[in-house]
Structure formats: structure tokens, C-alpha cells
């Protein structure tokens, strides 16, 4: 089964300032999808990115970018000019292809989440 | 669109009362999710469906929980009966295909006493 890994419960920025946000999965699928969402304090769970794992180049959207590993299995979101309306939980997530031999086909997996607050 | 609906958006109840939550998808969506969220577990997939056919149901924690999709607009969660443990926001979610984004509703609060 995939596991995904966010190794950072909680992290603070100033406002304008970057930071970025570390997520490491484990799979054996070769092709899967890799998304980030805000989880902000009204709790709608908003998605910030998403990132095919067979392109090579890293999505953008905005001020969110990622940085994907593949070989490392690493996929951290940088968030650049930080705002106040950035603090929320963010959860890094895995989603597996669907293929027809593979038992977490279709299997989508969360992690823990990080706590970002932007400081003014 | 008006996105995923869920309803209620918060329910309490008592131990051992029968539960129904509800969830309509985004209109074209292939694929519904159910998710419980709680401080100690996060974020779990309990089910999810494939053109109304449940594809996993191995997250569902225990035979007290049951998810139907009798047809492409409609989801339902049971939790029958309920146990204070079950006490956490319970989210649908729906997506086009897979690999796509998936999109949340507001999710509902269940609170059993």
C-alpha cells in the first residue's frame, strides 16, 4: 500500500516571505497523480496543485509551485509571497493509476497534513 | 455547478441511533469518495465508487458502516448503530476520472453522545 508522509505538523511565515512544505510518498505504481490541498478554517478542502507523475515539469499555479522528485519520491510545495489567507492545513495526496493487475488501483492516500500560519 | 452537496451539514445523535448522511456529486463525475476526517486518524478514504460501483470499501472501519450510490447523483453513508468513536466531519468527494481533481463537499459534522 502507498503511504504518504508529511514530516512537519506545523510551520509559520511572514507575510511576503516563502516557505516550502515537504511530502515524501512510498509506492510501486509507476504512474500516479500527486495533488496538494488547503484545508483552511472554514474546512472546505480547496486543491492548491496537482502534478502528473509522468511530466517531468513541475506545476505551477501562481504563487504555489512544487518541486517533484520522482526518483526521490519527494513532492514539496513552495509557496511564494505568502498572505494571510494562505493559513490553513495543507495535505499532501497520492492518488494511484488505474491499472488492471494493481491492488491500490484507483486508491487515493492523504497525509497527515502541515499547519501553516502566515504571521503579519 | 453547484459543486458537492452534502447533507446535513451537522448532525448530533445518540449512541446507538442509525446515521444517513448524504451526498450528491458534481454532475459528469465517474467517481464518488467518502472520507472521515478526526484529529487522531486525519484524513481516511473509507469507499470509494466507479459509475455507482463500489470499487474499495476497505477503509469502512467495521460492518456498522454501509454506502450505497443507487444512481449517478446520489450517495449515501449509514452508520448503523452509532458509537460515540464514530464522532468526526465526514467528507464526499467526486472526480471526473481517475488521477483527476477531486472536489469536496462542506462535509458533516457528526457528533454521537
Known amino acids: 500500500a502507498q503511504t504518504v508522509t508529511q514530516s512537519q505538523p506545523e510551520m509559520s511565515v511572514q507575510e511576503a516571505e516563502t516557505v516550502t512544505l515537504s511530502c515524501t510518498y512510498d509506492?510501486?505504481?509507476?504512474?500516479?497523480?500527486l495533488f496538494w490541498y488547503k484545508q483552511p478554517p472554514s474546512r472546505q478542502m480547496i486543491l492548491v496543485i496537482r502534478?502528473?507523475?509522468?511530466?517531468?515539469q513541475n506545476a505551477t499555479e501562481n504563487r504555489f509551485s512544487v518541486n517533484f522528485q520522482k526518483a526521490a519520491k519527494s513532492f514539496s510545495l513552495k509557496i511564494s509571497d505568502s498572505q494571510l489567507g494562505d493559513t490553513a492545513m495543507y495535505f499532501c495526496?497520492?492518488?494511484?493509476?488505474?491499472?488492471?493487475?494493481?491492488?491500490?488501483?484507483?486508491?487515493?492516500?492523504f497525509g497527515d497534513g502541515t499547519t501553516l500560519t502566515v504571521k503579519p | 455547478d453547484a459543486g458537492v452537496i452534502q447533507s446535513p451539514r451537522h448532525e448530533v445523535t445518540e449512541m446507538g441511533q442509525e446515521v444517513t448522511l448524504r451526498c450528491k456529486p458534481i454532475?459528469?463525475?465517474?467517481?464518488l469518495f467518502w472520507y472521515r476526517q478526526t484529529m487522531m486518524r486525519g484524513l481516511e478514504l473509507l469507499i470509494y465508487?466507479?459509475?455507482?460501483?463500489?470499487?474499495?470499501d476497505s477503509g469502512m472501519p467495521e460492518d456498522r458502516f454501509s454506502a450505497k450510490m443507487p444512481n449517478a447523483s446520489f450517495s449515501t453513508l449509514k452508520i448503523q448503530p452509532s458509537e460515540p468513536r464514530d464522532s468526526a466531519v465526514y467528507f464526499c468527494?467526486?472526480?471526473f476520472g481517475p488521477g483527476d481533481t477531486q472536489y469536496f463537499g462542506p462535509g458533516t459534522r457528526l457528533t454521537v453522545l
Open positions: 495526496a497520492f492518488w494511484g493509476s488505474r491499472g488492471l493487475l494493481s491492488l491500490n488501483a484507483g486508491k487515493s492516500t
Open positions: 502534478q502528473e507523475a509522468y511530466k517531468q
Open positions: 454532475s459528469g463525475h465517474d467517481y
Open positions: 465508487f466507479n459509475n455507482n460501483v463500489p470499487i474499495d
Open positions: 509506492t510501486s505504481e509507476s504512474n500516479y497523480y
Open positions: 468527494a467526486s472526480s
